[in-house]
């Protein structure tokens, strides 16, 4: 059984930077892909960021496209989310997902992914 642990959110002030984590154990990045998805209060779960267990392919949600950029360290079994210039409307609980790699899976896709974090929080005071 995978398990996601995020960590590295917290308070910031606009158009700072920001870069959550995602530490796995029971499973490797490597043979998992990998997304992140935000959830403000009252708003349904947003895909933000994605990488493909080859780390070849990626994509990015719409509204952080060209602020947030996802990686992963092999060595260190490890996803990351760089957050720059960070805006109050990207304040959010951040969750990590991975999903074993499947012919159907899709980034932006909820229910593409098998295994979830418990999400780590981020403010972003004006």
């Known amino acids: 059984q995978v398990q996601l642990v995020e960590s590295g959110g917290g308070l910031v002030q606009v158009g700072d930077s920001l870069r959550p984590s995602c530490a796995a154990s029971?499973?490797?990045?490597?043979?998992?892909?990998v997304g992140w998805f935000r959830q403000a209060p009252g708003k349904e779960r947003e895909f933000v960021a994605g990488i493909r267990w080859s780390g070849t392919t990626k994509d990015s949600g719409d509204s952080v496209a060209g602020r947030f950029i996802i990686s992963k360290d092999r060595a260190k079994n490890t996803v990351y989310l760089q957050m720059s210039s960070l805006k109050p409307e990207d304040t959010a609980v951040y969750y990590c997902?991975?999903?074993?790699?499947?012919?159907?899976?899709?980034?932006?896709?909820?229910?593409?992914?098998?295994?979830w974090g418990q999400g780590t929080q981020v403010t972003v005071s004006s």
């Open positions: 029971g499973g490797t990045f490597t043979m998992l892909d």
């Open positions: 997902a991975a999903a074993i790699p499947r012919t159907a899976f899709q980034f932006r896709t909820l229910t593409s992914y098998d295994y």
